[in-house]
């Protein structure tokens, strides 16, 4: 079984201060669909940094 580990995802947070965008965007990408993403037991959203990646490069988008 694979070991998840914290290092390979951003926060909500993170994804927002890497793109200089606001929280409520990355939400809204989220929920489009357009952004893989997972909730913790403890409701923290997580975003593996291969799909932040992904979805950076497919979106052109800079990052900051």
């Not at 995802?9 to 939400?27: D, G, M, P, Q, W």
């Amino acid at each position: 079984m694979k070991t998840l580990r914290k290092s390979d995802f951003f926060t909500i947070e993170e994804i927002a201060k890497l793109t200089n965008r606001s929280t409520h965007t990355v939400y809204r990408w989220i929920r489009e669909g357009r952004m893989e993403s997972f909730k913790t037991k403890l409701r923290t959203v997580y975003v593996n940094k291969k799909e932040v990646e992904r979805f950076l490069t497919v979106n052109q988008i800079p990052i900051y």
